[in-house]
């Protein structure tokens, strides 16, 4: 039975420590770069606080073994064996363990720790981009490898070594490009010509304008003469060039996107039809059924419906 509740508010790393441990590190307020490291077991379990559907202020890589559903934006995905998960502020996320006793291990860090050390933003590796895959199914071989550098952060965290810091952010990026490496090399490379510098600040537009988390939010950037104002390119050349690194046109996307927003609210908060029409950027919630039931030949209350039935167990 899918649980729907108010998206939460960006959870800050203060509110992380509370929840989790119910005590905070004397020097986080000091330090923005702030970098930290766990075992999956100390944080779940019966007896911890469950994850929220929220975005978080700060990143997260995680190793965990055993089996999870994941809820990330509007996608949810049932994995199980080892997966290597990176997590981003600009997309809310939630987990269930389906195991009773996960393990893994996991680290989390704010965008300064690693932007003032490395020339090329983190914002732009492939897997902290919001519309790109943010997990690797791992073999035992992957696991193993990845699992000793977690273990080498939490012997390092604990160190009294003056250099400590720069030895954890290498690692992160070692676990960063050894995740890299996995996927296929055409995968990785961006901004190769015009077309994908378009489609790339096309997205950036797009994906800033969610995830919606407060009835006051609402989507306005919604036509292709929009965004083509605001990337200054005819509507046509914006088109083109969509066109050709995704095979989609402008229109296509910006629906397919509005689509994954609306069903995360549907799934993941108890707002009315009305809100979530209104937040979405439809003047009226007529025009929001009308749109939904076009592109899922079910109309918003149904699709919702479909989500509370309980499954009955035999």
């Not at 998206?7 to 119910?22: D, S």
């Not at 919604?222 to 969509?242: C, G, M, T, Y």
């Not at 629906?255 to 995360?264: K, N, Q, T, V, Y």
């Not at 919630?285 to 009955?312: C, D, G």
Request: charged content about 25%; aromatic content about 14%; hydrophobic content about 35%.
């Amino acid at each position: 039975m899918a649980v729907r509740n108010n998206i939460a508010k960006t959870e800050t790393l203060e509110e992380f420590y509370q929840h989790k441990f119910n005590w905070l590190p004397h020097d986080l307020k000091k330090d923005i770069g702030h970098f930290n490291v766990f075992r999956m077991e100390d944080c779940v379990g019966p007896n911890k606080q469950p994850v929220q559907y929220s975005r978080r202020d700060f990143y997260k890589i995680a190793l965990m073994r055993g089996k999870h559903a994941y809820h990330y934006a509007d996608k949810s995905l049932e994995v199980s064996g080892t997966t290597l998960m990176f997590f981003n502020p600009s997309v809310p996320y939630t987990f269930e363990q389906l195991t009773e006793n996960p393990t893994g291990y996991f680290c989390i860090f704010k965008e300064s720790f690693l932007s003032e050390h490395f020339r090329s933003g983190i914002k732009d590796l492939p897997m902290f981009v919001p519309k790109n895959k943010p997990s690797y199914i791992l073999n035992k071989t992957q696991d193993k490898y990845v699992a000793e550098v977690f273990k080498k952060m939490l012997d390092e965290i604990k160190s009294d070594y003056k250099y400590k810091y720069d030895l954890l952010r290498n690692y992160i990026m070692e676990i960063v490009h050894y995740a890299l490496k996995i996927q296929p090399t055409e995968n990785i490379y961006e901004h190769a010509d015009a077309n994908t510098r378009i489609t790339s600040v096309f997205t950036e537009l797009l994906e800033r304008q969610f995830p919606i988390e407060a009835q006051s939010q609402r989507f306005n950037l919604r036509s292709p003469k929009d965004f083509a104002e605001q990337l200054s390119v005819h509507v046509n050349h914006l088109n083109r060039a969509l066109r050709t690194t995704t095979g989609k046109t402008t229109s296509e996307l910006i629906f397919e996107r509005l689509m994954g927003e609306a069903m995360a609210l549907l799934k993941h908060t108890n707002w009315n039809i009305a809100e979530i029409s209104y937040c979405l950027g439809f003047e009226e919630p007529a025009h929001f059924n009308h749109f939904f039931k076009k592109h899922t030949n079910m109309t918003p209350s149904s699709y919702r419906m479909q989500l509370v039935t309980p499954v009955s167990h035999q």
